[in-house]
């Protein structure tokens, strides 16, 4: 962190071998989300701090509420929660800021290691910057809240917490999961103390180790909620599990309100307030790396370009897309700092939010929707579309698991001019398929089809169903029958899968249009079709044998290749070291080479 200096659409099923493209849905609840809400930066002496900017609906309160959501992993399972009550916050009247804490998500850094020494600081100028002199609101969660009630009294009108922790039991819990992530994780970096999506420097963890725990002090104007206000929050659970509880926006909303001036009170035209910076620049190892704000695609989803302050009009344009059950640089900041390294080589680079992630995520959907749909196909094409209007030089687009998915799955709707200097690194994905029906089981929430979560067994009889009369014999043989016959669905698939990884090139290619497999050759040779078109299937040990890939040439331009380590969420510090290395060495050194 200190070497950055300031310087100035509706899921629809379909699938690929149907020998045509379907027209694209917009999904018209997208840009609802985002009205009403402006992003950018604010300064924190040498550093730049991202904050989003929900504004109050009218009659407004003429108040502002800053609403700091926990760092690291949690920051991904909370973000659907976080974002819901800042909209019921913005909707009942209050202005709500948000934010990133230094050397996590969209705030810029170059360094893969955190200086958590800055939150306590990032907290207060954000404070001061949302209030312009008048005093706020605050609402944390977990170690954000911590921070929260450890600050100094002056500046909040009112604080309250939810989950409340020690800065200690938080580095625990945080450091146990990590340790639980799996033998496939590469060892732990020694030098500071790595997380899971997040590395703290020594001196950084110390900081946090010395945060107290939170305790309700009217005097302080420090209220607690806990959970049998609020439900259970998913702070440490699946991604795909990270719902939102039914009674944590109407708890905040309450708890807050009952502190704040009546709506009504004071114009919004009358508050002061301040815009966050939409184009910044930043000192990345001695060169000067431009961020700038903007949207990307029909929906105008968030977006971000980075770029050198003096750039070539053929410089390389790289895009980069996000796994599926991470908001867009939500916890370590993978991609961010890969933008960053290597603009400050010469590249012009792009980030966008997806579909009901990030800003994105539905305020109808208190879930995880399934994201092996068509817009997720439509708004990659647009992300390739964009870079490529960005630059006249060589283009490459880098995705995990869902994100590279999504960049195969558009490749066949490029521009032929468009796809003539593109060269996808496709990373980690074990689901070649379009949109075949083992994905699109992703979005069931329930009944013998859906998916369980990893560790989650069936579900047992309620207390209900035991106690049913005898009259509801028919119905719970209907529903055994149903799981016996989902269960045998399941079985059948996952054996055919394994005798086909040993089948000749011809049954691969079927079983893979039929959404049976995930093998990736048959895609691999499809794609070496497009005129010009380069594909890098990078795998790291685990996914190589989990999809039977063997590193080597597929064709005249794309190859597998392994590499190592690489775990398959890139959790671990080392395999976000490797990764961004290899895409930003990849991105420079091919462009060079072609000049």
């Not at 500071?192 to 010395?210: I, N, P, Q, R, Y």
């Not at 647009?382 to 490749?411: N, R």
Request: aromatic fraction near 4%; glycine fraction near 10%.
């Amino acid at each position: 962190m200190r070497g950055i200096t300031i310087m100035g659409e509706t899921s629809v099923l379909t699938y690929s071998r149907l020998g045509r493209s379907l027209r694209p849905t917009r999904n018209k609840t997208t840009s609802d989300t985002t009205a009403g809400v402006s992003h950018g930066w604010v300064p924190a002496g040498e550093r730049w701090i991202a904050v989003d900017v929900h504004e109050p609906a009218l009659p407004a309160r003429g108040a502002t509420v800053v609403l700091a959501a926990p760092p690291g992993r949690e920051r991904v399972t909370m973000t659907r929660t976080v974002v819901h009550t800042a909209r019921a916050l913005a909707a009942d009247g209050w202005r709500v800021v948000r934010f990133d804490w230094s050397g996590t998500g969209q705030s810029p850094a170059h360094i893969d290691a955190t200086d958590a020494q800055l939150w306590a600081e990032d907290l207060r100028v954000v404070r001061d910057w949302a209030g312009q002199g008048e005093p706020v609101s605050g609402v944390g969660f977990s170690l954000a809240g911590a921070l929260l009630a450890a600050d100094d009294d002056a500046g909040w009108a009112h604080r309250l917490v939810l989950a409340p922790v020690s800065g200690k039991q938080w580095l625990r819990h945080q450091s146990a999961l990590r340790r639980m992530a799996g033998a496939d994780l590469p060892p732990r970096i020694t030098d500071g103390t790595e997380l899971m999506d997040l590395h703290l420097t020594a001196t950084g963890a110390a900081s946090v180790k010395a945060v107290p725990a939170p305790t309700a002090d009217g005097s302080r104007r420090i209220e607690l909620l806990d959970e049998a206000q609020t439900g259970p929050l998913p702070l440490d659970v699946h991604p795909r599990a990270a719902t939102v509880p039914d009674r944590v926006t109407s708890a905040v909303v309450q708890a807050v309100g009952a502190q704040a001036p009546a709506r009504g009170s004071e114009t919004r035209s009358a508050v002061r307030e301040p815009s966050p910076a939409q184009d910044i620049t930043v000192d990345v190892d001695g060169a000067a790396v431009r961020l700038r704000r903007t949207t990307n695609g029909s929906a105008q989803r968030p977006a971000i370009i980075t770029e050198p302050l003096d750039r070539a009009p053929a410089a390389p344009g790289l895009a980069l897309v996000s796994p599926g059950s991470d908001v867009m640089e939500a916890a370590g900041g993978l991609w961010l700092r890969t933008a960053l390294l290597a603009s400050a080589r010469g590249a012009v680079c792009l980030l966008a939010e997806r579909s009901d992630t990030g800003e994105l995520v539905y305020d109808h959907a208190p879930w995880n929707t399934n994201p092996y749909a068509r817009h997720t196909v439509v708004e990659c094409r647009e992300l390739l579309e964009h870079i490529g209007q960005l630059t006249e030089g060589p283009l490459f687009a880098a995705g995990i698991c869902l994100g590279a998915w999504g960049l195969v799955a558009c490749a066949r709707e490029l521009p032929a001019e468009l796809a003539g200097r593109l060269t996808l690194y496709v990373i980690n994905n074990i689901g070649w398929q379009r949109a075949p029906l083992r994905y699109w089981r992703q979005g069931v929430r329930s009944g013998p089809l859906a998916p369980r979560l990893p560790g989650e067994d069936a579900p047992a009889p309620t207390e209900d169903a035991a106690a049913a009369p005898t009259g509801s014999t028919g119905r719970s043989l209907r529903r055994v029958l149903t799981t016996h016959v989902g269960n045998a669905a399941r079985t059948v698939v996952r054996g055919t899968r394994a005798r086909a990884h040993e089948a000749s090139p011809r049954v691969n290619a079927l079983a893979a249009t039929l959404g049976i497999i995930d093998v990736p050759h048959p895609a691999l040779r499809q794609l070496s079709r497009i005129p010009g078109l380069t594909v890098n299937a990078v795998f790291g040990p685990a996914d190589a044998a989990h999809s039977n890939a063997t590193p080597g040439r597929t064709g005249p331009r794309s190859a597998m290749l392994l590499l190592e380590p690489l775990d398959h969420s890139v959790f671990a510090t080392a395999s976000r070291n490797t990764l961004t290395e290899y895409v930003v060495g990849e991105v420079t050194g091919r462009a060079a080479a072609a000049r």
